[in-house]
Nanobody, 126 residues
Framework: HVQMVESGGGSVQAGESLTLSCVASGTTSTRYRRYSLGWFRRPVGKEREGVAGIDSDGATRYTDSVQGRFTISKDNTANTLYLKMINLKPEDTAMYYC??????????????????WGQGTQVTVS
């Protein structure tokens, strides 16, 4: 079965940057490149929200609060998804999750469209 493992979280000061990574195993590169992929986050006491998504063809989308600061990308040859975050703000503090969908194209970043999930990596901005 598909497993996804995030890394790269940590504690930073406001204005600093972090890059999250997510490696998928239990799937082939051929299948991986057909997935839509996404990053979600859950602040303490709040619901999980979609942050960024990337389709199989590379089209990207972002929630408004991170537009211009976060960049999602992927390396299909390494089954790896990235989230580059710059100019981090305290309100970005959350557990961040990567996810993969069997759908090749998604019009939005919502939980129910995704099939495979990582365990999360914590990002704390002070």
């Amino acid at each position: 079965h598909v497993q996804m493992v995030e890394s790269g979280g940590g504690s930073v000061q406001a204005g600093e940057s972090l890059t999250l990574s997510c490696v998928a195993s239990g799937t082939t590169s051929t299948r991986y490149r057909r997935y839509s992929l996404g990053w979600f986050r859950r602040p303490v006491g709040k619901e999980r929200e979609g942050v960024a998504g990337i389709d199989s063809d590379g089209a990207t989308r972002y929630t408004d609060s991170v537009q211009g600061r976060f960049t999602i990308s992927k390396d299909n040859t390494a089954n790896t998804l990235y989230l580059k975050m710059i100019n981090l703000k305290p309100e970005d503090t959350a557990m961040y999750y990567c996810a993969a969908s069997e759908h090749e194209w998604l019009a939005r970043i919502v939980e129910r469209d995704f099939n495979y999930w990582g365990q999360g990596t914590q990002v704390t901005v002070s």
